[in-house]
């Protein structure tokens, strides 16, 4: 089950009550909702000349019907609408809830590409909604639990992990010579072949917009992607090297920017797939580690060697900036959080660095640093947490500032977990290195609403 969206589709219901609706013929000049596909999710919108609904449900070819699973607005108080009698018009629509850059699938291409949407995404973080079709419940039990895995390696297996569009999380393989990945509903780890592998090949990930998802090369002298039926494939890169590139981002305009770590230029491959280098400013060996984007449609790298701050922004202009604090392999991977600040995560570093959405960098105090963390999430109620390597313990900052810990169920050091993924259901899951897969439960029993799920490139790392 997908969730699909497709331009001009409008009919009519004569359906009463707050149940399933059953659909009238496409009106004139429009289509009707079998483009949607049986069995598929859409939003809709449904209006009459006094109440309207909108939200998200699932299209029934027999019958020709849609459900009405979760309601985003309404006349009923954001409730479903008790529809009386008469005709009612119902079309597929984008609520506000979704920012542009595509359909919100926890990819990162969303937050960052609209400001108004992103200034929804932070008002709704920032009002304290616990509740309701947009944050589920958006408690924080921070339930730790751990899954086994079907491949492993007894060195660094997977290095960062991608959540598909449909749920499942892809492990990025760094040793591990075939594909894994674990379905976020059932729970359910599988693995596929690829067409290319060596050692070190990968490190880190990418959606990119049309559903492929994107390996990002290390010691790997071509791309290689995952299309959204399984399909493996590799593709030509312009420019290689031993420890190239770690971690990646997708840019507003649909570029993929690999972030170079090794690389003296940046290499980036487009929506069509034509692979293209570019300019750096400033580069060192092991510079940058991850990268962000920001609201602005800038992209940051972020620091590992590098003594300052680099990004390039939408016009593909590369700049850098001054750090506060840096240290050698002091961050690793990144955190766009709901105020617009870019937080790095610490590695080797002693305290948390962070880039303001107008530019201030910034540094703030951790409770523990006796071990490294490898990337970051955003979790569904504005906490970040920050991903275990080393550490015998889970560290988050929340939306107010406020830098707490947590016990975790497995830890191995170093070298626990590479990366993290917000699967839909808000769980957060640590990208294993070794034998077993660790995540933690943000909002138990409770489905992710949309335009929660826009965590920044933490999954990416």
Known sequence: MALVLKDRVKTTTTTTGTGTITLGSAATTFQSFSVI????????????ATDFEVGQGTFTLSGTTLSRTQVFESSNSDALVNFAAGTKDVIVGYPSTATAGGVPNCDNSSIGTDLSGFSTFQAALQSGVTGGALFGNNNTNGIVSTYSLLATSGATG????????NGDIHFVPFNVPVGQKINTLTGVVSTYSLVYTTGDAYSGG????????????????????????????????????GGGYIGGVLAPNGDIHFVPYGANRGQKVSAA?????????????GAYIGGVLAPNGDIHFVPSIANRGQKISAAGVVSTYSLVYT??????????????????????????QKVSITGVVSTYSLIYTAGAYSGGVLAPNGDIHF????????????????????SLV??????????GVLAPNGDIHFIPAHSFGQKISTNPGQPLGLGVCLSSFLNKF
Do not use: C, M, W
């Open 37 to 48: 596909g049986d069995g598929q999710q859409t939003y809709y919108v449904i209006s009459d």
């Open 387 to 406: 991903v275990p390597f080393a550490a015998e313990r889970g560290q988050k900052i929340s939306a107010s500032g406020v830098v707490s810990t947590y």
């Open 410 to 419: 497995y830890t191995t050091g170093p070298g626990a977990s590479n990366g």
């Open 327 to 352: 240290v050698v392999a002091a961050y690793a991977g990144g955190v766009l959080a709901p105020n617009g600040d870019i937080h790095f995560i610490l590695s080797n570093a002693n305290r948390g």
């Open 158 to 165: 997977n290095y960062g992990g991608v959540l598909a569009p």
């Open 206 to 241: 990418v959606l990119a917009s049309n559903g492929d998802i994107h390996f990002v090369p290390y010691n790997a002298n071509r791309g290689q992607k995952v299309n959204a039926s399984g399909v493996v494939s590799t593709y030509s890169l312009v420019y290689t090297v």
């Open 273 to 285: 797939g034509v692979v293209s280098t570019y300019s750096l400013v400033y580069t060192t060996g």
